[in-house]
């Protein structure tokens, strides 16, 4: 079997937490990576103790480790393209959004974590101001969940009209691509908005029938990562990884009492 060459096969860069239920964060990320034809790279954030069903506790690591781990990444790699996940602090915030610009990586995709999808929220209060002023400028695009992009926004959204409008005012304020994600409207149909340079994507698609949804957000913004480093324009991407989340929903195995994302190549590979 032939080798290929470093220059085909593009190096993407989680930014996250450790989850020790392997569906979200560096795991999930990784898998989807892997499921995409790319060289999946850490920088942990925090460990987790959590499951598909809770968060126990959460340990971030320091600002420097951090800071280290995407230094000692980019000596060795040429890094297409970076994604954050669970950042925690202000501290690890502002250290991410330095060491983005102190090594020039050239496509960053910040998933804005701040609240998982049972409610809890997972970002420091103090932590949020750090993340709007100092990493989403720095930022291609940023994918706001339906909470997210309200605490974004400052005001409730209530139906995929008002997302559109939340996307544009993201995307405006903060000059950066913004795709919402309507996946927690409720609706038989699940509308996504992408918002990229005064243009407005709208993608309409049926609701797949999924019992668990834990680690959609991740598997997204993983997926239009990888989508971008492989060279594909964001409408492209967008489209892509919103069909790669539903692919793995919809091969989802039972896992014990859960059904986690499961990310079968062969399951992705026209994604690719």
Do not use: W
Not at 80 to 94: M, P, Q, R, V, W
């Amino acid at each position: 079997m032939s080798r290929l060459s470093n220059a085909d096969i593009p190096v993407v860069l989680t930014v996250s937490g450790s989850d020790s239920g392997g569906g979200t964060g560096i795991q999930g990320d990784l898998k989807t990576f892997a499921s995409h034809n790319v060289f999946g790279a850490t920088a942990i954030t925090c460990i987790t103790a959590q499951n598909p069903s809770k968060i126990n506790r959460i340990e971030p690591l320091s600002p420097d480790l951090v800071t280290a781990q995407i230094a000692a990444v980019s000596e060795a790699f040429p890094i297409s393209a970076a994604k954050t996940g669970l950042l925690y602090t202000a501290g690890i915030i502002n250290a991410v959004a330095q060491a983005d610009i102190a090594q020039g990586i050239p496509i960053l995709v910040v998933d804005p974590v701040m609240v998982t999808s049972a409610g809890k929220r997972v970002l420091k209060p103090d932590a949020v101001d750090a993340l709007l002023t100092g990493l989403l400028p720095a930022a291609r695009v940023v994918t706001p969940n339906l909470h997210e992009a309200e605490i974004i926004c400052g005001h409730p959204i209530g139906d995929p009209s008002d997302l559109a409008k939340a996307a544009q005012k993201i995307s405006e304020k903060y000059d950066v691509a913004c795709i919402a994600n309507g996946g927690r409207i409720p609706g038989e149909t699940v509308v996504d908005i992408l918002y990229d340079e005064g243009q407005l994507e709208i993608h309409e698609a049926p609701r797949v029938p999924a019992s668990e949804t834990h680690g959609c957000g991740c598997a997204f913004s993983a997926a239009l990562a990888a989508n971008l480093a492989n060279g594909q324009l964001m409408k492209d991407a967008f489209i892509n990884a919103i069909n790669y989340v539903r692919l793995a929903l919809e091969s989802a195995p039972q896992v014990g009492p859960h059904s986690p994302l499961y990310y079968r190549a062969e399951s992705s590979a026209s994604m690719v």
